[in-house]
């Protein structure tokens, strides 16, 4: 069974920072992780995602690049997204998802949720201005 849990939601100022993590456990081998993200009334959108295994390869949604960040720790293995520059617009519950076995797919959707099999229980973000 796969499990994933994340932490380190809250509340931040606009322009502040904030980091997330969510640990994957389970038989899931070789997988590509990421992080979406569902503010009210409004679908569950994919924000950065990640492959970690012999080399790295990370995608972001347009309207966190250059901002978020995702990383792997493998000997953890544990997904993060470091947030910089907090805006209001990011306010959301984060989810952390991992997928398998859709590579290929994944690799020309790399925000599609429906190829990450995995889902954690999600994790509030809020930004006041």
């Known amino acids: 069974q796969v499990q994933l849990l994340e932490s380190g939601g809250g509340s931040a100022q606009a322009g502040g920072s904030m980091r997330l993590s969510c640990e994957v456990s389970?038989?899931?081998?070789?997988?590509?992780g990421g992080w979406f993200r569902q503010a009210p009334g409004k679908e569950r959108e994919g924000v950065a995602v990640?492959?970690?295994?012999?080399?790295?390869?990370?995608y972001y949604s347009d309207s966190v690049k250059g901002r978020f960040t995702i990383s792997k720790d493998s000997a953890k293995n544990t997904l993060y997204l470091r947030m910089n520059s907090l805006e209001p617009e990011d306010t959301a519950m984060y989810y952390c998802?991992?997928?398998?076995?859709?590579?290929?797919?994944?690799?020309?959707?790399?925000?599609?949720?429906?190829?990450?099999?995995?889902w954690g229980q999600g994790t509030q973000v809020t930004v006041s201005s």
């Open positions: 389970g038989s899931i081998y070789n997988y590509y």
């Open positions: 998802g991992a997928g398998a076995g859709r590579f290929m797919d994944w690799r020309q959707f790399p925000l599609r949720r429906d190829l990450f099999n995995y």
């Open positions: 990640i492959f970690s295994g012999g080399y790295t390869y990370t």
